[in-house]
């Protein structure tokens, strides 16, 4: 039970079930469709997984298949999972009040939430005013002085994607551990998960890392991070995430926008496609805008990454193109069940 209601589907199905591999699954559609991508993209690798198997990965265009890139706003899923891990701990809770922390954002009638804060909903702008924070300052300084923006609207009504919010959240998190933001990274989530060609350096070593979009990472310590998530919080063997932990990154956190995603924002990442019926997510991404895309398939239990550094509308059209490809794939591969999240227990939009 999550909160007094019944495990999502995918997590039930993953326990129950566990890993189911695939059969037949036709490679070389997939190769065709991203060779014709390279005109457009350039350099570029793709890997997917699927019940705790590596069933596609390639690169083009000269990329190197250890590369490090800047992932921009795919940084943002790394940071929902540390913030998730201090939630398993107990250090604090999505509905705890930010004004707890910062009193210049005590809005009446509405508080404001760290739910609100890794979901664009705080109500505060999206985009750091030019000169607002610098390299030079600690990520406490930063966030004191973004507190001090005015709010543009009540919590948990409109959606303001930026990083304003998420950096005014990971103070709060360095607060509450006690330890600095790269470090807590390092201990709760790239440590764990040894992706230890991933970090908040993107834009060199600062105390005030960015939050939202300062990441860098590689297309095999991603992959890690998306299997993990994809297996309710496991890898290895090893737990990362509580399922309650992951279950919320993927949950609707924005169900009573006046403003928002049409299929609702987890925290961190997108909620491409849902159930109808249930509203349950069953495909999930997160991509920069230079167009690296992390994403898990809940419905045929899939985790994928596009690692490029290029243009991301043209990387989104490939991706949909290739999500559409799988799903043909794999709905119609006679060797693979097709079951909500199968394979977790093994181990589970435009550019923004």
């Given at each position: 039970m999550i909160g007094g209601r019944a495990l999502p589907l995918w997590i039930a199905a993953a326990i129950l079930v566990g890993a189911v591999s695939v059969h037949g699954l036709d490679t070389g559609a997939i190769d065709r469709l991203l060779e014709d991508a390279?005109?457009?993209?350039?350099?570029?690798?793709?890997?997917?997984?699927?019940?705790?198997?590596?069933?596609?990965?390639?690169v083009f265009g000269g990329f190197a298949i250890d590369q490090k890139l800047p992932i921009v706003s795919a940084t943002k899923w790394l940071s929902a999972a540390v913030l998730q891990s201090l939630v398993d701990d107990g250090l604090l809770?999505?509905?705890?009040?930010?004004?707890?922390?910062?009193?210049?954002?005590?809005?009446?009638?509405a508080p404001m939430t760290v739910r609100h804060l890794f979901t664009h909903t705080s109500g505060l702008?999206?985009?750091?005013?030019?000169?607002?924070?610098?390299?030079?300052?600690?990520?406490a300084g930063c966030a004191e002085a973004l507190a001090?923006?005015?709010?543009?609207?009540?919590?948990?009504?409109?959606?303001?994607?930026?990083?304003?919010?998420?950096?005014?959240?990971?103070?709060?998190?360095?607060?509450v551990s006690g330890v600095g933001w790269n470090e807590l990274f390092v201990e709760r989530i790239a440590r764990p998960l040894r992706m230890f060609d991933t970090d908040y350096l993107a834009y060199d070593a600062s105390a005030n890392p960015v939050i939202g979009g300062g990441a860098r990472s590689t297309l095999r310590d991603y992959s890690r991070f998306v299997c993990m998530l994809l297996a309710g919080g496991i890898l290895d063997g090893q737990r990362v995430l509580s399922v309650e932990a992951v279950a919320a990154i993927l949950a609707n956190q924005t169900p009573e926008m006046v403003y928002g995603p049409a299929n609702g924002y987890g925290l961190g990442c997108w909620r491409e496609r849902v159930d109808p019926t249930t509203g349950e997510a069953l495909l999930v991404s997160s991509p920069g805008a230079?167009?690296?895309?992390?994403?898990?398939?809940?419905?045929?239990?899939?985790?994928?990454?596009?690692?490029?550094?290029?243009?991301?509308?043209?990387?989104?059209?490939?991706?949909?193109?290739?999500?559409?490809l799988l799903d043909g794939l794999f709905d119609t591969d006679e060797g693979a069940a097709v079951l909500p999240g199968e394979g977790l227990a093994g181990a589970a939009a435009s550019p923004r």
């Open positions: 390279r005109r457009d993209l350039g350099a570029f690798a793709v890997r997917l997984v699927h019940g705790g198997e590596v069933v596609y990965e390639r809770s999505l509905d705890d009040p930010v004004s707890a922390h910062y009193a210049t954002l005590e809005v009446a009638g702008p999206g985009d750091v005013p030019e000169g607002a924070c610098t390299d030079r300052m600690s990520l001090g923006l005015p709010v543009l609207t009540a919590p948990g009504r409109v959606f303001l994607y930026g990083e304003v919010s998420m950096q005014i959240g990971g103070a709060i998190a360095e607060r230079h167009g690296f895309t992390p994403w898990i398939d809940l419905e045929h239990g899939i985790a994928g990454v596009i690692a490029v550094h290029g243009d991301g509308e043209r990387v989104r059209s490939v991706f949909l193109q290739l999500i559409a």
